[in-house]
């Protein structure tokens, strides 16, 4: 594909949290984590912002849901509230530039446009492409799975970060957590890493038919 994805974001309620350094510095590490996954690019900035280009657009969204479960992760009782606001834009780049908030392009554009519609919401996830089918048949989709994703408990943004990040299966990820399986399967379940996963899938597939070449 000759697109790309530009992902925009700023975390929720940031300068009301107490850790604050610690939030900035696992936000860091959710976006490290990115690059080496999806050879992604990033910049942070005012502090609590940032923008990540990532090369192909159908990895974006599975990118995208594990940079907002590593941080509900880290979320407890005393920081219940991070989390990120993030828009995802698809489409062509004019320049690619250092610093990344230097390049210009449509994806860019979007999802820019993206993150202020947000901003009037209470939703914490769109994705915006230069295809209006693709958009009508991803925008009721996004808004249910954001409903799960801002809704995880610790537990359950912690099984959807290593089933997304590592596709392991139960019995893995259940050594991996030092759980046993009927313990990781009740909180897939709980965490509705299905119909996550069908709906990364479905993103996947809508690029591929309204933007595939």
């Not at 996550?196 to 070449?213: D, H, K, S, T």
């Amino acid at each position: 594909m000759s697109y790309h994805a530009v992902i925009t974001g700023d975390l929720v309620g940031s300068r009301k949290v107490e850790r604050r350094d610690e939030l900035l510095s696992e936000l860091k590490s959710a976006l490290n984590m990115m690059e080496r996954n999806f050879s992604a690019r990033h910049e942070i900035y005012r502090g609590d912002s940032f923008q990540v280009l990532v090369p192909d657009p159908r990895d974006a969204m599975r990118a995208t849901i594990l940079l907002r479960a590593h941080l509900r992760t880290i979320s407890g009782p005393s920081n219940p509230s991070w989390d990120a606001r993030v828009s995802v834009g698809v489409g062509k780049i004019d320049r690619q530039r250092e610093p990344l908030g230097e390049s210009s392009g449509e994806a860019f554009e979007l999802s820019g446009l993206g993150l202020e519609a947000l901003s009037e919401s209470a939703g914490r996830l769109v994705i915006s492409t230069p295809s209006e089918a693709a958009n009508r048949a991803l925008a009721l989709l996004t808004r249910f799975a954001d409903d799960i994703i801002s809704n995880w408990s610790h537990y359950s943004a912690e099984i959807a970060y290593y089933r997304l990040l590592l596709d392991e299966s139960q019995s893995e990820l259940g050594k991996l957590l030092g759980r046993k399986q009927p313990t990781i399967h009740a909180r897939l379940a709980t965490a509705r890493m299905k119909l996550i996963e069908a709906y990364i899938q479905r993103v996947r597939e809508v690029l591929e038919q309204e933007l595939g070449e």
